[in-house]
């Protein structure tokens, strides 16, 4: 399982998930780009990994997910550096809790854009720009099949995440592009621990059911690899087998 000299970007890339997909695709021999909206966690994840790999390796991009004239200029620097995209991992992600009654219609736009239309338009460049072999990982959330309250539209864009992916499967298979999606559940990162459910007792964490965001990582590294090759339009739950418990 490599990705040796492959070229992947990864959204919300600065921290959490994002920073430990980064750091395993690098240690597989990925050119890698990260792309985040939070440009002082971008620069130091930059010069800390920069420390830890060849620097001429990792390169940064401000990026608005939301925003598809970033998502452009994203993928063109990193073409303009690396020669190539070969992996795209969609991992950026925003949560809003309230109850459905006080949620907003600018709640729920905020939320999508980031959530699902980020997704969709770093596929649709993907589509354009990568070559037979290439695979795009989304990274969805168990909210997409059970959920809890106070969190209606970021469980609703998990969900529609997971039609995408197999909607972008059908549509990438005759061009050679692979797209799986990964259902995190649990991971030791701070979005679950300042998560307002977890802190008034709403959900109970269990120890057991915590994973590391290398968790994540390690899966994501195996859908990027050629080892995957026969791995489409997938939906990979990886939660330490919480959701198979009743």
């Known amino acids: 399982m ?7 970007i990864v959204t919300g890339a600065a921290g959490g998930i994002g920073l430990a997909i980064v750091r395993r695709l690098l240690r597989e021999g990925a050119n890698v780009v990260l792309a ?17 790999f060849d620097p001429a390796r990792v390169a940064t991009s401000r990026c608005d997910v939301g925003n598809e004239a970033d998502v452009i200029r994203t993928v063109e620097a990193a073409i303009q550096r690396f020669g190539r995209i070969d ?13 459905i009654k006080e949620q907003t219609g600018d709640d729920w736009s905020r939320l ?17 720009h ?22 209606a539209p970021y469980a609703a864009a998990k969900a529609a995440l997971l039609s995408l992916t197999r909607s972008a499967a059908i549509e990438g298979t005759p061009q050679g592009i692979r797209v799986n999606a990964i259902l995190p559940g649990a991971i030791d990162t701070p979005m679950l ?27 994501v590294a195996y859908l990027a ?3 995957a090759r026969f791995v489409q339009g997938a939906s990979l739950t990886v939660d330490g087998g919480r959701l198979a418990r009743l």
């Open 36 to 52: 985040d909206l939070d440009e002082p966690s971008l620069q130091l994840a930059s010069e800390t990994l920069g420390q830890e």
């Open 87 to 99: 992996v795209v991992v969609n991992n950026a992600g925003l949560m809003v809790f309230k109850p």
């Open 193 to 219: 621990w300042n998560n307002p459910n977890v802190k008034s007792g709403v959900e109970v964490i269990n120890k057991q059911d915590v994973g590391h965001p290398d968790d994540v990582a390690d899966v």
């Open 2 to 8: 490599t990705s040796e000299n492959k070229t992947a």
């Open 130 to 151: 990568m070559g037979e072999g290439g695979s795009i990982v989304n990274i969805a959330s168990v909210h997409a099949v059970e959920t809890e309250p106070m969190v």
């Open 112 to 128: 999508l854009n980031v959530d699902l239309v980020g997704a969709f338009y770093f596929i649709k460049q993907a589509f354009l």
């Open 225 to 227: 690899s050629d080892g």
